[in-house]
C-alpha cells in the first residue's frame, strides 16, 4: 500500500502566510520560508503554497517566493495562485516548484490543462478546487473560483472527472464549507471524487486533530491531506499526525 502524505498548507497574502474561517478574516502568521523550512524538517511530505489573491486581483504570483522556498528546502512543493497561462506554469516550475495547481484558471480555459499535462507532464498539473455545497448540481457540491467568491453552476464529480480526461495528475478538494473550521474533513465529497477518478486525490479544509487525517484516508479514501491552522498555531505537529496514523495502520514516511 503506498504511504499517505501529510501537506502543509501556506496561504500567503503579500508575502506573509495568513489563516482564516472559510476564505475570511485572515490573520498574519509569519515568513513563508520560515515555515517551509520547519515544516520540512518536521516532517512534512510536501508543501503546498497558494497566494490566495492572486486571481481575484488579477496579478501574477510572486515568482520570487517560489524561488526562495525552491533554495530552502528538499521535499516537493506545489503553488497555486495567479496562474493565468501556460506561460505562467512554465515560470513556477522554472523557479523550482514541483507542481502547479490550477483552479479558477481552469475553470476558465479548461484547456490550459491538456497544454499543462502535455508540456511539463500530467504529474506536475494538479487540479485545485473549491467546492460549496449546492442542491444545484447532481452529487450535491457546486464548483467556486476566485476564493469562493463566485459560483459557477459546474457539478464537481464531473469537473474533477473531466479534468483527470484533460490530463490533471492530482485534485486537490478544499471545502470551502469546512476551511478553517477544524471540525474535521469534508468527507463526502472528499470520498466522491476518490472513488470517481484514478489520479491521488488531496483532502483539504476542516483539519482540527490528528483522527481527523485517520479517518479521512480511511473512510473518504484520500492519498494525501492538507494541514495549516491546527499546525500553524502550535496545538499539533506533524510527527502527531503520523503518530496517529501508525497507530491505526495507515502506512506514512518516517521522515524524521
Not at 523550512?37 to 518536521?42: A, F, K, L, N, Q
Request: contains cysteine.
Amino acid at each position: 500500500m503506498l504511504t499517505k502524505r501529510i501537506i502543509p498548507c501556506l496561504d500567503v497574502i503579500k508575502g506573509r502566510v495568513t489563516k482564516g474561517v472559510k476564505f475570511k478574516n485572515n490573520i498574519d502568521l509569519g515568513d513563508p520560508i520560515e515555515m517551509a523550512i520547519r515544516y520540512s524538517e518536521g516532517g512534512a511530505d510536501e508543501l503546498v503554497f497558494y497566494d490566495i489573491t492572486a486571481s481575484a486581483e488579477h496579478r501574477p504570483i510572486d515568482i520570487g517566493m517560489v524561488e526562495a522556498v525552491a533554495r530552502a528546502v528538499r521535499i516537493p512543493f506545489a503553488v497555486g495562485g495567479g496562474i493565468s497561462s501556460l506561460a505562467d506554469m512554465e515560470r513556477v516550475i522554472l523557479a523550482g516548484a514541483e507542481k502547479v495547481s490550477v483552479n479558477s484558471l481552469a475553470v476558465r480555459n479548461p484547456v490550459v490543462i491538456a497544454e499543462g499535462a502535455k508540456a511539463f507532464g500530467a504529474q506536475c498539473v494538479v487540479l485545485g478546487m473549491d467546492p460549496v455545497k449546492s442542491g444545484k448540481c447532481p452529487s450535491g457540491y457546486e464548483i467556486t473560483t476566485c476564493g469562493f467568491r463566485e459560483l459557477t453552476g459546474m457539478d464537481a464529480v464531473e469537473w474533477a472527472k473531466r479534468a483527470v480526461d484533460l490530463g490533471a495528475g492530482e485534485i486537490v478538494v478544499n471545502s470551502v464549507d469546512a476551511d478553517g473550521t477544524r471540525g474535521g474533513f469534508e468527507l463526502e465529497i472528499t470520498k466522491l471524487i476518490a472513488d470517481a477518478v484514478s489520479v491521488p486525490v488531496v483532502a483539504s479544509g476542516g483539519a482540527g486533530n490528528p483522527e481527523h487525517f485517520v479517518t479521512v484516508f480511511n473512510d473518504a479514501h484520500a492519498d494525501a491531506a492538507i494541514v495549516a491552522g491546527m499546525i500553524h498555531t502550535g496545538d499539533y505537529t506533524i510527527a502527531d499526525i503520523k503518530s496517529a496514523m501508525r497507530s491505526a495502520g495507515i502506512p506514512t514516511r518516517m521522515s524524521w
